[in-house]
């Protein structure tokens, strides 16, 4: 990482992939965060992230910004060999972020989120990408701190 990410400048780059429609919520949050934070993982990611928008799927069920945030943070705290005990910090980080947005919304769950809106309206679109930046910034702040305590910890 070469010079600190901005949460804020996140958060815009995030809503920006979607208003401009190149990405959907869990796209444009898993692309900015890789880009920001300069992980360094090739392109394919996204497409790890493509199935999950509009509730999975566009089934309405878990909320693809928070879905993509999650798969963010396993990105950076994940693990990927068997035993890896990375894994409890891993859960507590995206149960934290899950937590946070259902405390600000009510729920996590994208039909009752979009309830009576049409899909692709103006309304539809500007709380879908409000919520995208949010949780973009969100994940970019506990990534942050996270981070911060593993090198305090060297």
């Known amino acids: 990482m070469q010079k ?17 429609m190149d990405y959907y919520c869990s796209e444009a949050i898993v692309r900015t965060i890789n880009d920001e934070f300069g992980l360094g993982y ?9 199935g999950f928008p509009i509730g999975i799927g566009s089934a309405g069920c878990a909320c693809g910004a928070v879905t993509g945030g999650v798969m963010a943070l396993g990105i950076v705290f994940g693990r990927s060999e068997p ?5 409890d910090r891993c859960l507590a980080l995206a149960r934290e972020l899950h937590a946070l947005f259902i405390r600000r919304h009510g729920c996590m769950c994208c039909r009752t989120l979009i309830h009576g809106m049409a899909l692709k309206s103006p309304e539809h679109l500007r709380q879908c990408i409000a919520f995208t930046g949010e949780v973009a910034e969100e994940t970019a702040k506990i990534i942050l701190r996270e981070l911060d305590i593993l090198a305090g910890s060297d």
Do not use: T
């Not at 600190?4 to 401009?20: L, T």
């Open 4 to 20: 600190r990410p901005d949460p804020v400048k996140i958060r815009a780059q995030a809503e920006a992939y979607y208003r401009n």
């Open 42 to 50: 090739p392109d394919s990611v996204i497409k790890l992230a493509s």
């Open 83 to 87: 035993g890896d005990p990375r894994i």
